[in-house]
């Protein structure tokens, strides 16, 4: 019940649309995204990793896998966007959330296209 609950707050969770393989009519799905940053020293230098994450229950997405995306609304000044997974994570203790990496998919503007 508390997985859920954090899952079902509007200030945690949005609503973000799965689709396999980025294919087909989709699913609606309740998402945590999350944007861990990291400094990373190498080489007399230091870079900053930023990374993508989104948490899904696996009572909704049983077996997320990379290709499959993640399309989220903009949501109460929250920027929306289509999103790919390009990695998976960790599963909790309980076998109730999978953290899946992912990456932003820039979608074509059609005033770039050419006549």
Request: overall charge negative; hydrophobic content about 40%.
């Amino acid at each position: 019940m508390a997985v859920d609950a954090l899952f079902e707050d509007p200030n945690l969770s949005c609503d973000a649309v799965w689709r396999a393989n980025g294919a087909g009519d989709g699913l609606p799905v309740r998402i945590r995204r999350r944007s861990p940053e990291g400094i990373v020293g190498a080489g007399g230098g230091q870079f900053d990793l930023d990374a993508m994450l989104i948490d899904v229950r696996l009572s909704e997405v049983p077996s997320p896998a990379k290709g499959d995306t993640f399309e989220v609304g903009v949501e109460d000044g929250e920027p929306g966007g289509l999103f790919e997974v390009i990695g998976l994570a960790t599963i909790d203790s309980h076998r109730l959330v999978r953290t899946c990496e992912v990456a932003a998919i820039a979608e074509d503007d059609p005033e770039d296209e050419e006549p």
